[in-house]
């Protein structure tokens, strides 16, 4: 690789990192991501932070992107499983989850983006599933 690419890649993560240790902070009792409710403190709903925030979480805790401590990996983890959670609670019978954004209600819908995350979030999952089976065996 590249060494542009590794400074890069080494930039990037910290990047995530850093974001991921200020956003934790902003998780609400329920696992939402309410990052954006300070600057809107009469907004209802949830934050469009939800999307992706367990799938950003979830890249540090299994290390897949590098850098946090063991502390750090377990804290993420707790958050994007209760945010994960969260989604899946506020997700009606017909898929449809509200959207809400910088404090205004965009209605209710299939959340494209939200459901993206979601998979990339399992399939992250499946795959740290499949290593652990293959170490055991």
């Not at 990052?35 to 979480?57: C, I, K, T, V, W």
Request: charged share 25%; glycine share 6%; proline share 5%.
């Amino acid at each position: 690789m590249p060494e542009e690419l590794n400074v890069l890649r080494t930039e990037a993560a910290d990047l995530l990192l850093e974001w991921a240790r200020q956003a934790a902070p902003h998780y609400g009792p329920v696992g939402s991501m309410d990052l954006d409710r300070d600057g809107f403190p009469d907004a209802e709903g949830p934050s469009y932070y939800n999307q992706f925030a367990h799938f950003s979480m979830l890249l540090l805790s299994e290390s897949i992107v590098p850098g946090a401590t063991t502390k750090e990996r377990e804290h993420f983890r707790s958050l994007a499983i209760a945010n994960l959670r969260y989604i899946l609670s506020i997700t009606d019978s017909d898929f449809h989850t509200p959207h809400y954004s910088r404090g205004r209600d965009w209605g209710r819908h299939v959340g494209e983006w939200l459901n993206y995350y979601a998979l990339e979030s399992l399939k992250l999952m499946e795959v740290k599933d499949q290593y652990i089976q293959l170490k055991q065996d």
